[in-house]
């Protein structure tokens, strides 16, 4: 079992180039969740998805899109990035609103 | 005051003892909680859920939750070396917003 897949693991990016982060579960779960990890400042959420066709922004969205685009996936988008944007990204799904989530191997980026 | 705050530590105990991770949350009307378990440089584990007053019990492994004091904690008996991570609090917040939320996290450290 894959459980949640995210793509890629590592990239560097440019001041103002944008990338999308991708990111697939095959646990049909009805939830799933963008956060980003950086020393110090333990998990925070950026966006999430109740089920398909919602998004609702988290505690840190700017700079930041998504888009549920069906159960199993969910995409995080950089438009311009940006240094205060280095950090570890982490996807995460859960059978529903109440109960825990599972999480992805996580992607580094960093950018310069 | 941060919604869910745990002791940064780190925590140090002694190979075979027992570790007590403690967690507060702010959201009285928190329903969900669970404990996460994350090594250095891998993703979030869940490791236990507990959604009632009381003891939840597996394996080595005790949450408590006492929603009147808005307190969780995690007790690991017998800890083990294997056992040194960072532990994460989550909680579920109440109301339209439910969001899964993070403490910080406790670094553990059991010393052989």
């Given at each position: 079992?894959?459980?949640?897949?995210?793509?890629?693991?590592?990239?560097?990016?440019?001041?103002?180039?944008?990338?999308?982060?991708?990111?697939?579960q095959?646990?049909?779960?009805?939830?799933?969740?963008?956060?980003?990890?950086?020393?110090?400042?333990?998990?925070?959420?950026?966006?999430?998805?109740?089920?398909?066709?919602?998004?609702?922004?988290?505690?840190?969205?700017?700079?930041?899109?998504?888009?549920?685009?069906?159960?199993?996936?969910?995409?995080?988008?950089?438009?311009?990035?940006?240094p205060?944007?280095?950090?570890?990204?982490?996807?995460?799904?859960?059978?529903?609103?109440?109960?825990?989530?599972?999480?992805?191997?996580?992607?580094?980026?960093?950018?310069? | 005051?941060?919604?869910?705050?745990?002791?940064?530590?780190?925590?140090?105990?002694?190979?075979?003892?027992?570790?007590?991770?403690?967690?507060?949350?702010?959201?009285?009307?928190?329903?969900?909680?669970?404990?996460?378990?994350?090594?250095?440089?891998?993703?979030?584990?869940?490791?236990?859920?507990?959604?009632?007053?009381?003891?939840?019990?597996?394996?080595?492994?005790?949450?408590?939750?006492?929603?009147?004091?808005?307190?969780?904690?995690?007790?690991?008996?017998?800890?083990?070396?294997?056992?040194?991570?960072?532990?994460?609090?989550?909680?579920?917040?109440?109301?339209?917003?439910?969001?899964?939320?993070?403490?910080?996290?406790?670094q553990l450290?059991?010393?052989?």
């Amino acid at each position: 079992n894959a459980g949640v897949t995210q793509t890629p693991k590592f990239q560097v990016l440019k001041t103002g180039q944008s990338m999308t982060l991708q990111c697939a579960q095959d646990m049909n779960h009805n939830s799933m969740y963008w956060y980003r990890q950086d020393p110090g400042m333990g998990l925070r959420l950026i966006y999430y998805s109740a089920s398909e066709g919602t998004t609702d922004k988290g505690e840190v969205p700017n700079g930041y899109n998504v888009s549920r685009l069906n159960k199993r996936e969910f995409s995080l988008r950089l438009e311009s990035a940006a240094p205060s944007q280095t950090s570890v990204y982490f996807c995460a799904s859960s059978e529903g609103q109440a109960r825990g989530a599972f999480f992805g191997q996580g992607t580094r980026l960093t950018v310069v | 005051q941060k919604e869910v705050e745990q002791n940064s530590g780190p925590l140090s105990v002694p190979e075979g003892a027992i570790a007590s991770l403690n967690c507060t949350y702010s959201d009285r009307g928190s329903q969900s909680f669970f404990w996460y378990r994350q090594y250095s440089g891998k993703s979030p584990e869940l490791i236990m859920s507990i959604y009632s007053n009381g003891d939840k019990e597996d394996g080595r492994f005790t949450a408590q939750l006492n929603k009147a004091s808005q307190y969780v904690s995690l007790l690991i008996r017998d800890s083990q070396p294997s056992d040194s991570a960072t532990y994460l609090c989550a909680v579920i917040r109440s109301g339209s917003a439910r969001q899964l939320t993070f403490g910080s996290g406790t670094q553990l450290t059991v010393l052989p």
